[in-house]
């Protein structure tokens, strides 16, 4: 005869059974993710080779191109879509914040300094934001220690950074900046931010004037982490900075260099399989010199 415990084993399913059946949906539902990811890099890569294999001028001179990021190809379905990546909300970000420092400008330069100091909060606690998100993003780790594995050819050094040339297929090359600035308007920043910063970055990683090695994830996190002390401490001083136009343009550095520099690392770190380990780590050495140019104190 059986027992209330079979009888009731019999009629409903075991603990077990129910916890293999929602590992298999689990594991179902990560294959479907896991293909729309697949998806979205295929077409992210097929733009930016398309990118990079263009004109030989797609961004050699300021003004020769829209503001508009480039799309290549059918638009993504946004059901099938893979969620967005740590360098697209970088990009995001970074426009917003780049445009709310211009209305600071605007209203300093107009003697609203209620206003000004009221934008600049609003700036400042926004790009402290995404740099916490960036530091904790684990996909974003993970292409950086990839990307930052030590390449088989040495970094050039920063006297030669402009002559240093990313190969696009077949035996075409194209200047390090170019590349830089596609990989930053595939991620999602416009045009002429994306020369901005591009060219910022290769500025301050040529000020530092010693040959470079590749950088470690490790030098970058501290970096992106001495820029969130500074904008912390940019936060309790607010009112004097932002009345005062020399540490005014320190704050606009430190609230968009850190970004910037950041955003570079991170496009790059994505885009590693199309513009190759040597660029790649490249790109994470001028990218760190950006983040750690923001980082100066905004207040003697």
């Known amino acids: 005869m059986a027992t209330a415990r079979e009888k009731v084993s019999g009629s409903s399913p075991s603990p077990l059974d129910a916890l293999e059946r929602r590992v298999a949906a689990l594991e179902r539902d990560r294959e479907l993710l896991m293909e729309r990811y697949a ?14 294999g263009g004109a030989p001028d797609l961004a050699s001179a300021p003004g020769t191109s829209t503001d508009a990021v480039p799309s290549i190809g059918p638009a993504s379905d946004p059901a099938t ?7 697209a909300m970088l990009a ?12 600071v400008e605007r209203l300093a330069a107009a003697g609203e300094s209620a206003s000004a100091v009221d934008t600049a909060l609003l700036v400042t606690r926004r790009s402290a934001a995404a740099l916490r998100a960036s530091v904790a993003d684990a996909e974003l780790r993970e292409n950086l220690v990839t990307s930052m594995t030590p390449p088989d050819s040495p970094l050039p ?7 240093f040339t990313v190969p696009v297929g077949g035996n075409r090359t194209v200047p390090f900046r170019v590349a830089e600035i596609a990989v930053l308007q595939l991620a999602g920043l416009r045009r002429s931010l994306a020369e901005k910063h591009v060219d910022a970055a290769i500025a301050e990683y040529e000020r530092v004037g010693a040959a470079r090695a590749a950088v470690d994830l490790h030098q970058v996190l501290d970096r992106i982490e001495a820029v969130q002390r500074a904008i912390a401490h940019a936060e309790t001083v607010l009112p004097f900075v932002i009345n005062q136009p020399p ?6 550095k430190l609230v968009t260099f850190g970004l910037g520099g950041t955003l570079i690392v991170a496009a790059n770190a994505g885009a590693a399989v199309v513009i190759g380990p040597v660029a790649a780590a490249v790109s994470a050495a001028v990218g760190s010199a950006a983040i750690g140019a923001a980082a100066a104190p905004l207040v003697m």
């Open 81 to 87: 879509a893979a969620p967005a990546s740590a360098a």
């Open 157 to 163: 050094p920063p006297p030669g950074l402009h002559n």
């Open 92 to 103: 995001h970000t970074l426009g917003l914040v780049e445009d709310q420092v211009d209305d």
């Open 39 to 52: 998806r979205q890099l295929e077409l992210d890569n097929e733009q930016l080779r398309a990118l990079l």
């Open 247 to 252: 540490q005014r343009l320190r704050w606009r």
